[in-house]
Structure formats: structure tokens, C-alpha cells
């Protein structure tokens, strides 16, 4: 290499090389770690507990410097912890409090703030429960039991299996996808008391399994959400219209793609994941493909029609990590943190911020004891702090 592009590539790789920053991870062993990522290297700072025996879940806020732990504990009970993030990456526990267990996802909801209420969903039990926030011992406010009128066509669609809790943009609805139900449940926020009141829902495929859910608005203010569907190995985007009276909004669904490209499919173990979405571009993991190897999984990329939100395939890249059960995109944009679940590892992963795709290996790291495919070990949530 000369000295010119010596001086141009010390240039491209000067911001990387600078970065600096804080990861929390989460395994199901029980372990919550505070990850350092200083110079291109991630190493681990500590390592701490306090959110029962099996964490599941993680969501920081950042306004407050707080982080938020779901406990997926299967033995009748489980913990929900917050912890106080200082400015060095500690994490100390803040706040703790009892759950029914089984708690795959949670946040923050209501108030004044958007943050007066806490909202979890449990997978097994088939039910969602809400809790007045900060954890002190705090008790439960509401729990919503689903039922099936039938059984889904996917084996797993025995009962109601509600994934997630999300907050739509407007702070004013909840809206829950059920892998086992084929829906996504709509509720209504009651902001000073914390009350839901379901108020509809959005039909998925047939045995898509709907598992996650994300919001995008475009410039032309066209609103669109997107789903994750584990069962289906595909990405729906579902057009959203809230009523003139404020009670409710719909989903209509537009579209579904595979999490593939174009005449490829998954295997008989894949299982689509968690979903995000960066700009113009939405990604979504697959688990247990092997795209690229041995236990290196892929993420699909799509692009977004500032116009009407309709996604179309890009490019498959590379998570570096077997089954990546979370990943998270930095506040800029040019680094993804994945976080493979059985292979135990956090990968720091270069993003393209112009053509959206995925670059080199940045680094990686194991973190707790490594996972058996298919089974709920391993490494279970990575966060970035900041």
C-alpha cells in the first residue's frame, strides 16, 4: 500500500478505530454482563445477576440511565429487574420485583412520561401482564389471558404465544404479536391509570407466526409497520390507520417476503428472529441457516419505498454468530452488535450507512457458556449504551 492510500484508509477507518462505547448482554444461565468495545475490541467489564435465573430480555432507556431485565423463568415465578447505569458501564440494581414468569419481552409504557407503567408478555402462559413502574416490590396491575378457537396449522400453534409488547409512535397503543394466534393484538392506553382495552387486531398468514414488531413513518407520512414471523421465515409490512376518535388503529397487511432471497428457502430448523430497522433499510436474522458457514447465520436486508413502505430484498449478510436471537444497530448507524444465542457471542459487525449492507467482523466475544441449538440457553439479549 503507498502512502496516499496509507493516509485514505487511516481516514475511512478513523472513526471505528476511535469508538468507544458500552454493551449490556443478557444469557440464560442467569448471568447480566457489562460488555467495554474501546479500539475495535470488545472485553467484559463485569459481570452481575439480579434478574432471576433465566433473563430473557433486556431495554435500556437512556433519558434515565436505566436498564430494564425480563425474567423467562419456567418454575412458576420469576424476577424483573432495573438497574442504574453509570457513567463508567456498572450496572447496580435499582429496583426488583416478583413476576408470574415465563416474561419474553417488556418496556416501559403510560405516564406522563411514557415510562409510568411497565408491560411484559409471557409465552407459555399466553397472557400479558402490566405493573406500576419503578420496581419496588411492585404489584401487578393487570394480566390479559389469550385463548385459540383452533389450533394453527404449525405444531407450535397449540395455544396463544404472545412475543412482545410494543409501543406504537404515538405512545397510545400497545400492540402485541401472538406467534401462536396468528395475530397482532391491539390495545388501547389508558395513560394515567395504565389500563389496556383491546380494541382489535392484525391478521397474519396462515402459520406465519408473528413474533416481532417494528414502526417506520417516511417523509410523505406514510406509516407502516413491520413484522417478524419465526414460524414463516418471512418479514410482513402492514399499513397502520388510526381512527378519528382516537380509539383504536388497524393493521392491514400488504405484504410478506421470505427472510431469503429470491427462490431460496430455509431449512427445517430455521427460525427467524428479531427484526430492526436503520433509515431506508430493514434487517432481519435467521437462525440456524448457516449461510455462511459453520455456525454463522445470516440477516436479511431489505429496502424501503420511501413512498409506500413496501420492502424489497437486497443482500444477506453476515450475523458471524449461531443463532442470533438480538441484535441492535449503534445511535450512528455503522455498527451492529449481534449476539448469538448458542454460539455465545457478541459480534461488532461494520454497516455501509449509504448502501445499508454488512461489512468485516469488527470484533467478537464469548460471553457466559455456550447454547444447544434449539434449546433456551446461551446467550439471550445485547443492548448498546448510549
Known amino acids: 500500500m503507498g502512502l496516499g492510500q496509507a493516509f485514505l484508509a487511516g481516514i475511512i477507518l478513523a472513526p471505528t478505530a476511535a469508538y468507544g462505547a458500552t454493551l449490556a448482554v443478557s444469557t440464560f444461565a442467569g448471568g447480566i454482563y457489562s460488555l467495554s468495545f474501546t479500539n475495535n475490541k470488545l472485553s467484559i467489564a463485569q459481570q452481575t445477576n439480579g434478574c432471576g435465573t433465566t433473563p430473557a430480555w433486556l431495554e435500556y432507556y437512556n433519558d434515565t440511565q436505566s436498564l430494564y431485565c425480563f425474567d423467562e423463568s419456567w418454575s412458576g415465578g420469576g424476577t424483573m429487574a432495573q438497574y442504574k447505569v453509570g457513567s463508567d458501564g456498572k450496572l447496580t440494581i435499582a429496583g426488583q420485583a416478583k413476576t408470574s414468569g415465563n416474561d419474553v419481552y417488556g418496556r416501559l409504557y403510560g405516564g406522563s412520561d411514557g415510562k409510568g407503567f411497565i408491560a411484559s408478555a409471557q409465552y407459555s402462559p399466553s397472557t400479558i401482564t402490566t405493573y406500576k413502574a419503578p420496581l419496588s416490590g411492585t404489584t401487578r396491575l393487570q394480566q390479559e389471558k389469550f385463548t385459540l378457537s383452533k389450533k394453527g396449522p404449525n405444531s407450535r400453534q397449540d395455544v396463544a404465544h404472545p ?127 448457516q449461510t455462511f458457514g459453520s455456525n454463522q447465520d445470516s440477516v436479511a436486508i431489505y429496502t424501503i419505498d420511501e413512498a409506500t413502505g413496501q420492502l424489497a430484498w437486497l443482500d444477506a449478510g453476515n450475523s458471524y454468530s449461531y443463532y442470533p436471537r438480538t441484535f441492535q444497530f449503534n445511535k450512528d448507524g455503522t455498527l451492529v452488535a449481534f449476539g448469538g444465542q448458542t454460539s455465545a457471542n457478541v459480534a461488532i459487525v461494520e454497516r455501509d450507512a449509504s448502501t445499508g449492507k454488512l461489512g468485516k467482523l469488527v470484533s467478537t466475544i464469548n460471553v457466559g457458556s455456550k447454547g444447544r441449538a434449539g434449546e433456551e440457553d446461551g446467550l439471550s439479549a445485547v443492548v448498546w449504551i448510549e
Not at 388510526?242 to 393493521?251: H, P, R, T, V, W
Not at 405484504?255 to 428479531?274: R, V
Open 163 to 289: 412475543h412482545e409488547v410494543q409501543v406504537d409512535p404515538t405512545g397510545k397503543f400497545i400492540l402485541v404479536p401472538d406467534l401462536g394466534a396468528d395475530i397482532v393484538r391491539i390495545f388501547r392506553i389508558d395513560a394515567t391509570s395504565g389500563k389496556l382495552t383491546a380494541c382489535g387486531a392484525g391478521q397474519a398468514g396462515a402459520g406465519d407466526g408473528p413474533r416481532h414488531i417494528v414502526f417506520r413513518k417516511s417523509s410523505a407520512g406514510v406509516q407502516t409497520a413491520y413484522t417478524v414471523n419465526e414460524l414463516g421465515n418471512s418479514v410482513s409490512s402492514w399499513s397502520m390507520a388510526y381512527a378519528s376518535d382516537g380509539s383504536c388503529l388497524s393493521l392491514s397487511r400488504q405484504q410478506t417476503l421470505l427472510t431469503y432471497a429470491p427462490g431460496k428457502k430455509g431449512g427445517s430448523t430455521t427460525k427467524a428472529a428479531e427484526l430492526r430497522i436503520v433509515g431506508d433499510f430493514l434487517y432481519a436474522t435467521n437462525r440456524a441457516d
